[in-house]
């Protein structure tokens, strides 16, 4: 599987921008697919993610109630759609998949280790300006 990352840019305070990653071929049924993010300095952390199939979305507490994931089946990319953006979400936002799927995703000390996820996004910048 290939993930191709696409949609960062330099926004605003308070803006939206809207991410892409599009699979490489039809492959992602039964998978979790999901999104990180890399600041500086920081480590790589969990921002958000869902069954291929469907079911519940997931997001970390620092982004709940501004950004919201999404897929589509028909074109196999997945989105992240991201709200009030603030200064703080400056990272280099990367895209992922999961073999595992729902069952990643249930617990919560898996579903947002990085290392439980397959296949990377190449990742690309948001950076947000105060």
């Known amino acids: 599987v290939q993930l191709q990352a696409s949609g960062g840019g330099l926004v605003q305070a308070g803006g939206s921008l809207r991410l892409s990653c599009a699979a490489s071929r039809r492959t992602l049924d039964n998978y979790a697919v999901g999104w990180f993010r890399q600041a500086p300095g920081k480590e790589r952390e969990f921002v958000s993610a869902?069954?291929?199939?469907?079911?519940?979305?997931y997001y970390s507490g620092s982004v709940k109630g501004r950004f919201t994931i999404s897929r589509d089946s028909a074109s196999d990319t997945f989105y992240l759609d991201m709200n009030s953006l603030k200064p703080a979400d400056t990272a280099i936002y990367y895209c992922?998949?999961?073999?595992?799927?729902?069952?990643?995703?249930?617990?919560?000390?898996?579903?947002?280790?990085?290392?439980?996820?397959?296949?990377w996004g190449q990742g690309t910048q948001v950076t947000v300006s105060s």
């Open positions: 992922a998949a999961s073999q595992e799927g729902s069952r990643l995703l249930r617990l919560l000390s898996r579903r947002i280790s990085a290392r439980n996820y397959d296949y």
């Open positions: 869902i069954n291929w199939g469907g079911g519940n979305e």
